[in-house]
């Protein structure tokens, strides 16, 4: 049954009344319905999410496109995705893929541009397809190579959009491949350009576990490389973790009797020796100036972690580059490589003064101030300290002095994003309230609470919580919390330990 609708023409007032409709959806019973009613709702609930997956790659098209974002504070339509709308970076990164496949952008001469997948955008818009289904096409296509001619790219993207109307993702997956051998059964018309277009090394998120997958596409040249320095230093017995005795290295040159014994104790597979082997190279790298001799923090290894869980040996520490890193691993890691420590008493915020009459922060500075910040301190802003500025409040050309409570972290795009006229923000270290001491943002000009970076330190939330709302829930639950464990072994000799005063 169809039932029409007088429905408003503005955008804005169907997003809202597309909202009180799931806010009704969400409060009603669904008992009283058959079970023809509850499979029929199910396709039209699933299709009206498809649509708006199409609706939300032009939402974001229009962002881009009038830089929108810079009035909510954010330098990039991606960051407005991820510090404002709050998606992950994995649903981000589909958002923007689906934009730029299913919407019309604009180039840099103002000319807008037809969307690369345009039978895809109808079936997405009929409410066939998912982001799922876009995504999987849109990598299909990606691996077209560049020799094959536009009309036959053109119609393998129409004929693959219109069968996956009818197929699950994985199924659009396995009929895009059968296209790709089509148009290149023998993988002769890939060149060096299509391999050099789809390179790739990336580190993907650590889990709960402080464990992190590698996502890579290596070139011919890098893995035959690669697979070379493995076959000597992944050897079975070379470089153990777990065998003091293993040769450590490369095969080459190590002692025949010695890997010989260590071979016969090694039980590990084959991808945990390549791990290990990888490991040892970057300890070889470390130990022999890899880092360089910089003054810059990014050339150092940087750590900052509680002095209570540096002296247990328990806890997690953070790295400048944002990586958690269990302290049992960081003392074993200090033994070699020598790292800064920037480490807080209770964790307090409170840093030592470091003041320099100069325009650039020095390294003193830059350690003291990752101890804090850990990293950019605009709301909602995730990048690492390492890939971070030193941001004078108020600026340099304001009269702003570089010392040590006049600084923030703050990444290049958020850096430029201060300003003393509307449209930009201001900023300040904080002197009172649960973030005492912590660098403040707002828009400029407004009476808006300061807010703080929560993304990179959201176990300072706690507090702040257990102090602005005693005795409620949550106050209960923190009381609940596990208890710490037992004192372990004092960290070894030879770890420097910055103290912090309380």
């Keep these: 049954m169809t039932t029409t609708f007088d429905l408003p023409d503005s955008p804005l007032e169907l997003a809202r009344l597309q909202d009180a409709v799931s806010v009704k959806l969400s409060a009603v019973s669904l008992t009283p319905m058959t079970d023809d009613d509850v499979l029929d709702m199910s396709e039209v609930f699933e299709r009206s999410n498809r649509r708006s997956d199409g609706i939300g790659a032009r939402l974001y098209a229009e962002v881009s496109t009038r830089g929108a974002n810079r009035k909510a504070g954010v330098q990039t339509p991606g960051k407005y995705l991820t ?117 790739g090394f ?40 777990d065998d003091p005795e293993s040769p450590r290295g490369a095969a080459y040159g190590a002692d025949a009797e010695a890997l010989a014994a260590a071979r016969e104790r090694d039980v590990r597979s084959q991808s945990q020796r390549n791990h290990d082997a990888l490991e040892a190279m970057l300890d070889h790298l470390l130990a022999n100036g890899a880092l360089g001799d910089s003054v810059a923090l990014p050339a150092h290894l940087v750590v900052t972690a509680s002095l209570e869980d540096l002296e247990d040996r328990a806890g997690v520490a953070v790295t400048a580059t944002g990586t958690r890193l269990p302290v049992a691993d960081l003392v074993d890691i200090a033994a070699d490589a020598t790292p800064w420590l920037e480490v807080f008493e209770d964790q307090s915020s409170q840093i030592l003064f470091l003041g320099r009459g100069k325009r650039l922060a020095s390294l003193a500075q830059r350690l003291a101030l990752f101890g804090r910040d850990r990293g950019c301190t605009a709301p909602g802003c995730t990048t690492p300290w390492s890939r971070t500025q030193a941001h004078h409040m108020p600026d340099w050309q304001d009269g702003g002095p570089t010392d040590i409570d006049h600084l923030g972290g703050a990444c290049g795009p958020h850096n430029r994003s201060v300003a003393t ?60 919390r596990i208890p710490a464990p037992p004192p372990g072994p004092p960290a070894p000799p030879g770890v420097d330990v910055v103290r912090n005063p309380a």
């Design 421 to 480: 006229t509307l449209g930009g923000w201001e900023t300040t270290v904080l002197t009172s309230g649960p973030f005492k001491g912590r660098v403040g943002w707002r828009p400029t000009g407004s009476n808006q609470p300061w807010k703080v970076n929560h993304s990179l330190q959201p176990e300072k939330l706690l507090p702040a919580i257990r102090a602005t709302q005693s005795g409620s829930a949550v106050e209960k639950w923190l009381s609940c």
């Design 83 to 199: 510090a404002t709308l709050r998606l992950g970076l994995g649903a981000s990164k589909r958002r923007v893929a689906a934009a730029l496949a299913l919407t019309s952008m604009y180039n840099y001469s103002g000319d807008q541009l037809d969307p690369t997948l345009p039978a895809t955008a109808i079936a997405v818009a009929d409410g066939d397809l998912s982001v799922d289904h876009v995504n999987e096409i849109v990598a299909v296509i990606d691996e077209i190579p560049a020799a094959i001619p536009a009309e036959d790219k053109a119609r393998a993207e129409q004929e693959l959009a219109e069968l996956s109307r009818q197929l699950t993702p994985e199924g659009t997956r396995e009929v895009g491949r059968r296209i790709l051998a089509h148009l290149d059964p023998d993988g002769s018309l890939t060149d060096d350009a299509d391999r050099a277009r789809t390179r």
């Design 202 to 241: 990336a580190i993907q998120p650590q889990d709960k576990r402080l464990m992190s997958k590698i996502r890579a596409q290596l070139s011919p040249s890098l893995r035959a490389k690669l697979e070379a320095i493995l076959t000597l230093w992944a050897e079975p017995g070379m470089n153990n973790p």
